[in-house]
């Protein structure tokens, strides 16, 4: 029972280098989420998906791009890395709706030098 | 509009001792609240949750939180910490009107637990 399963779990990259961020569940969740996690600010929304096919941008969505192709599968996208994106990625997936829970990948450690 | 006010960064108890993390919100719409854990290197789990009806929630680990809505307030509470407690605890509330804010959970900024031996 895999869950929600991000990959890589670390990475550094130079400035201006690009990269994604891979995240599958296996609970045919409707809805998946991209967070950024930073010490002292909590978990700040970058983009989420309603749906496959959907996405919408959160509070922090500038410097990030995602796609939604397949239901399971929701990626990440830096296009030119800068130091300000170093941070924890955390992805999650839920049923949706207001009352729902949403499951938690283990995080992506992303250095950008 | 939604947003989460977390009391203290950091708490520190006894082992033994009561727990008490503070939770304050806003939101234009009636709440639904929720209470997550992260332990180390680890993503969040959900800890427990208040979305109608009973205003006092039980959790996993002996944790609970009641909803008081004159107070817009979501306190966890324990009543005797564990060294297994010690973790970070986040607070978030859930829009329960349709738009823009669909499926969207709001974070505080969260709350260090340490239980001293």
């Known amino acids: 029972n895999a869950g929600v399963t991000q990959t890589p779990k670390f990475r550094v990259l130079k400035t201006g280098q690009s990269m994604t961020l891979l995240c599958a569940q296996d609970?045919?969740?409707?809805?998946m989420y991209w967070y950024r996690q930073d010490p002292g600010m909590g978990l700040r929304l970058i983009h989420y998906?309603?749906?496959?096919?959907?996405?919408a941008k959160g509070e922090v969505p500038d410097g990030y791009n995602v796609s939604r192709l397949k239901k399971q599968n929701f990626l990440l996208g830096l296009e030119s890395a800068a130091p300000s994106q170093t941070s924890v990625y955390f992805c999650?997936?839920?049923?949706?709706?207001?009352?729902?829970?949403?499951?938690f990948g283990e995080g992506s450690r992303l250095t950008v030098l | 509009a939604q947003s989460v006010t977390q009391l203290g960064s950091h708490v520190s108890v006894s082992e033994g001792a009561l727990v008490l993390l503070r939770c304050n919100y806003s939101s234009s719409v009636p709440p639904y609240l929720f209470w997550y854990v992260q332990y180390p290197n680890q993503g969040l789990q959900l800890l427990l949750k208040?979305?109608?009806?009973?205003?006092l929630v039980k959790g996993i680990n002996g944790f609970e939180a009641e909803f008081k809505k004159s107070e817009t307030s979501f306190h966890l509470t324990k009543p005797s910490a564990h060294m297994s407690d010690a973790a970070e605890y986040f607070c978030?509330?859930?829009?329960?009107?349709?738009?823009?804010?669909?499926?969207?959970?709001?974070f505080g900024r969260g709350t260090q637990l340490t239980v001293w031996p």
């Open positions: 999650a997936s839920g049923q949706g709706g207001f009352t729902g829970e949403l499951f």
């Open positions: 998906s309603v749906g496959e096919g959907t996405t």
């Open positions: 978030a509330v859930s829009a329960s009107d349709r738009g823009s804010t669909l499926g969207r959970l709001y």
């Open positions: 208040y979305t109608t009806g009973a205003t």
């Open positions: 609970m045919n969740h409707e809805y």
